[in-house]
């Protein structure tokens, strides 16, 4: 199955390998010709606003919000749960405002207030999540399902085939995060 992962910026290779421990075909995305024929994609944690930057100016935004308009299955971690969330509470602009959740972006404080904790998953158990600058998720529509909350907040949701989570299930050994997400991209 090919899984894409954007990879204009960010950690690209963390979600490259865990992709490829659950045997599928992972594919970096850099332009829109390598859309073709994907099963599903990742936006994987880096810097949201460079990541739109540097995908507007090759047409990759647009290419982007088209297939997943289409219906392509996407899983967003982090920086990638900003790039698809319909409102950011403290930032003027919307990336691809498909995920029908408000974000405050670096809701969690600076980088060196990253930490590590277990949280509990809807259908998982109890999952290591790593947060760094983390998005949390102020507001969720009526379609959107939360599956984890950390302080009370939403921080992994669910709307249809669009999968976000505030933290990094790619800088764990645990692959059970993204395994959940393939079983969104396998349509039989
Ligand atoms: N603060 C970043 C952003 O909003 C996200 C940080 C991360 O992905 N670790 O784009």
Known sequence: ?????LAVQGD???HLRALSRLGA????????QHLADLEGIVLPGGESTAMWRL???TGLAEALKRRLEEGLPAFGTCAGMVLLARKITNWPE?????L?????????GRQVDSFEERI????LGEVPAVFIRAPLVVEVGSRVEVLARWGGKPVFVRQGQLLAASFHPELT????????????????
Do not use: S
């Open 1 to 5: 199955m090919k899984i894409g992962v």
């Open 12 to 14: 690209v290779r963390e």
């Open 25 to 32: 075909e992972p594919v970096p995305v850099l332009k829109p």
């Open 55 to 57: 995908m507007r100016a």
């Open 94 to 98: 919307t990336f691809l405002g498909l």
């Open 100 to 108: 029908d959740i408000a974000v405050e972006r670096n809701a969690t």
């Open 120 to 123: 509990a998953v809807d259908g």
């Open 173 to 188: 050994q645990d692959t059970r995060v993204h395994e959940y997400f393939l079983t969104l991209c396998r349509k039989d």
